[in-house]
């Protein structure tokens, strides 16, 4: 009985260590989509108020800082669609969560009728 139990344990420990290893690194690598949206946001914003800033004819310095911004808001663009799978790393993380608290509380209860029937087992024997 008490290999079953040490068994038990065992395997919930190493469960347990495997999804916070999942969920740490999803976690990072969330924070860093967000950090990236962040940042396109930003660049958004400030395209926008250069845009309401700029003369009506613009000059060829501005044609080119025009042309620069439009190419790092389609990189900033790209970079919000590879946040996407990030987000979705995360939802994953938040449910895998939600499975490590139930398979604990479910290993908790088997440990606890577990240890219950082994008394009860003693009992019989005395």
């Known amino acids: 009985m008490k290999k079953i139990l040490v068994g038990f344990i065992v395997v919930s420990l190493a469960l347990n260590i495997f999804l916070w290893r999942q ?13 990236s949206t962040d940042e396109t946001e930003e660049l958004r914003r400030q ?28 990189l900033l663009r790209k970079q919000a669609g590879d946040a996407e799978p990030l987000r979705a790393q995360a939802a994953e993380a938040a449910r895998l969560r939600v499975q490590l608290a139930s398979a604990t509380q479910n290993l908790a209860s088997a440990e606890g009728a577990l240890s219950d029937a082994a008394r009860g087992i003693n009992n019989l024997r005395q």
């Open 47 to 74: 395209n926008k108020e250069l845009q309401r800033h700029q003369a009506s004819e613009p000059t060829d310095g501005d044609t080119r800082e025009l042309i620069r911004l439009r190419n790092q808001v389609g």
């Open 23 to 35: 969920v740490s690194n999803q976690t990072s690598q969330l924070k860093s989509a967000q950090a």
